[in-house]
């Protein structure tokens, strides 16, 4: 399955992240935010921090996790490239994984995520994300 | 959607469905065209549908799809009865644009330009996650919150020349630390004179054409080939994070209002609502950073400037220009007379000649206006217009804008290959990375010249200078 695609937009970034379960997704969409800044494939699994989110939306919770990814990046240098996500009613346990930002050519930067177009779609056996973020 | 033209370069979109007034929109029939090719003309409509909205939403001949307001909207609204918008000023608030005139020539900068870039590249960290060299104690960073440049006066950054030449002299008054939560200020703790990535950048340009050498001169632009920097950036995670945060206080406390939006990046707080009063605290906050923030890279380059050439160069700041702020501002006379908040993203303000607000050096020109181009065009200085004030709240464009997504652009160029192309036609490049350099290829963007004709022909602006890019500096 397609991980993440990049779709048109004419000042911003645009993408649609899949998996076959809602936490796949959402970790495919920190993935897709940290090809905005690097190339996610080269980046090595080496340091993790851990997380805990309580939203009151699935919507919330897409925005809240990718701006807490944005948080770890400019204030730790840290890019994600794996997660493990528990997701439960409306609270999110995270266990994100990665490297230091100093170890990569970087060429891109995120400033926000928005909920401009943001959606959530299931279908039986596949979830997608979309999300478009300040660049 | 009905557009009628009003009059040479004004187009005239009439309340429809939900808009509350019309849209107005400044732009040549091409430009025109462009807009209609994304979503930005129905963003400008949805603008309108806003409570409180006075006489008609504007759009600028650069505008384009942003999310919730066009970039290019500009919207005022009734102070008491209307509200405020953080995505109607943009994530990254106060991004902005400073132009340092100097007393060099293009012959004096042909020989130095490489060290010169080498050197404010060691100076000026750019690129994602970049730090800046100055670390802040919390404490400082909710002085530089409140005060803005004159914290960097009082530190010796800057100089009272430039506490003149800037938007609010460089302090919103209105700002408190208190209202930007802690994320925020972690974000830009360590980012205090950094010029973040994008389209973020630092230009060397000469000076190409002057058109009204009178108020030029004003403005301290004294014949061609005089070499300009151009400084273009905001307030960094710091303004990110607060435009984040008060949105999804919007979200939490109205949830009402959030349901009965056209588009949810519309969110609003009423403005007699604590919130709105608390954004707008916290929005002068995150400004006041930029304010510093410029004035510390100012200092920089003129260090990086002196170092190379000696300490007799000068570098006045001419003026420094906020393109994603509200403000309050008062427009119409005696009965007529009304105090508004204008949002204004991707706009500029345009006082016009003789406005109290502007700085007694340019009270009889109105301040110089600033409209940057993209790598390797042009930037234009110009200056305000009774028109301006009338039709477009004081508003004009602030850059060329894009044209074609960053994505679009990474496949169409090359970033090894356009620094060769304009290295070629004698435009020096430094960038953090490749992509930070085909992603803003001039391709990308619209025609800057035909942005600010524009603005001319339309009447809310006045050409004055053509600066052309000479050393580019990019994140």
């Known amino acids: 399955m397609e991980e993440f695609r990049y779709l048109p937009h004419t000042a911003d970034a645009k993408f649609q992240a899949f998996g076959k379960t809602f936490a796949q997704a959402l970790k495919n969409a920190g993935r897709a935010i940290t090809n905005l800044i690097t190339d996610v494939s080269k980046i090595k699994p080496l340091v993790s921090h851990s997380f805990a989110l309580t939203t009151k939306s699935e919507e919330n919770l897409v925005v809240d996790f990718l701006q807490e990814l944005l948080f770890l990046t400019e204030t730790k240098g840290f890019l994600m490239c794996d997660a493990d996500l528990k997701i439960e009613g409306s609270e999110l346990k995270a266990k994100v994984h990665g490297d230091s930002i100093k170890n990569y050519e970087t060429h891109g930067q995120v400033k926000g995520i928005t909920y401009h177009n943001l959606l959530i779609k299931k279908n039986s056996g596949k979830v997608m994300i979309q999300v478009v973020v300040d660049v | ?475």
């Not at chain 2, 963003?43 to 066009?70: K, R, W």
């Not at chain 2, 004294?222 to 206080?249: A, E, F, K, N, P």
């Not at chain 2, 890279?297 to 700041?317: C, G, K, Q, T």
């Not at chain 2, 356009?418 to 990375?433: C, D, G, N, P, T």
Request: aromatic share 8%.
């Open chain 2, 1 to 475: 959607m009905n557009i009628k033209t009003i009059e040479n370069a004004i187009y005239e979109i009439a309340p429809e469905g939900r808009m509350r007034v019309p849209l107005r929109i400044f732009a040549s029939e091409k430009l025109m065209e462009h807009m209609r090719t994304d979503k930005c003309l129905e963003q400008g409509m949805n603008m309108t549908t806003l409570p409180g909205i006075y006489s008609h939403g504007v759009m600028m001949p650069d505008a384009h799809q942003g999310y919730g307001f066009p970039i290019g909207g500009v919207a005022a609204f009734d102070i008491d009865r209307g509200c405020i918008s953080p995505g109607g000023i943009g994530y990254d608030i106060n991004c902005s644009v400073s132009l340092l005139s100097t007393n060099l020539d293009k012959k004096d900068m042909k020989p130095k330009i490489h060290s010169v870039l080498e050197r404010i590249f060691q100076r000026v960290p750019c690129g994602v996650g970049s730090e800046g060299a100055i670390k802040l104690s919390f404490d400082e960073l909710d002085e530089i919150l409140n005060t803005g440049l004159e914290w960097a006066l009082k530190k010796g950054y800057s100089d009272e020349n430039d506490k003149q030449c800037t938007e609010e002299h460089g302090c919103m008054k209105e700002a408190d630390s208190d209202k930007i939560s802690q994320k925020a200020k972690e974000r830009g703790k360590n980012q205090l004179g950094t010029l973040g990535a994008g389209n973020h950048f630092l230009e060397i340009q000469e000076v190409d054409e002057i058109f009204d050498a009178d108020t030029a001169e004003i403005f301290g632009i004294y014949h061609t080939g005089q070499i300009c920097v151009m400084i273009h950036c905001g307030s960094r995670g710091l303004g990110h994070q607060t435009c984040t945060d008060y949105l999804r206080i919007a979200d939490i406390r109205f949830p009402d209002i959030a349901h009965g939006l056209v588009d949810r990046e519309l969110a609003y707080l009423p403005s007699n609502s604590q919130e709105a009063k608390d954004y707008f605290a916290a929005m002068s906050a995150a400004a006041n950073f930029a304010f510093a923030n410029h004035r510390i890279i100012s200092w920089n380059i003129r260090h990086a400037f002196r170092d190379v050439f000696n300490d007799r160069v000068e570098l006045p700041l001419t003026y420094h220009i906020a393109h994603n702020m509200a403000k309050k501002e008062d427009f119409g006379t005696g009965h007529e007379k009304r105090r508004l908040l204008v949002h204004r993203k991707g706009a500029t303000r345009a006082l016009a000649p003789y406005h109290p607000n502007n700085p007694v050096r340019y009270m009889t020109t109105g301040h110089p206006i600033i409209i940057p181009g993209s790598m390797g065009t042009a930037s234009y200085v110009l200056a305000g217009t009774e028109k301006a004030a009338t039709q477009a709240f004081a508003s004009t464009p602030h850059g060329a804008g894009r044209l074609m997504s960053r994505h679009s652009a990474n496949r169409q160029y090359r970033g090894e290959e356009l620094k060769s192309e304009l290295e070629h036609r004698q435009i020096y490049v430094k960038s953090a990375s490749w992509r930070g350099i085909s992603e803003e290829a001039p391709g990308a963007y619209k025609n800057v010249d035909e942005v600010a004709q524009v603005s001319q022909t339309a009447g809310i602006g006045r050409m004055v200078a053509r600066l052309k890019p000479f050393g580019v500096i990019k994140g």
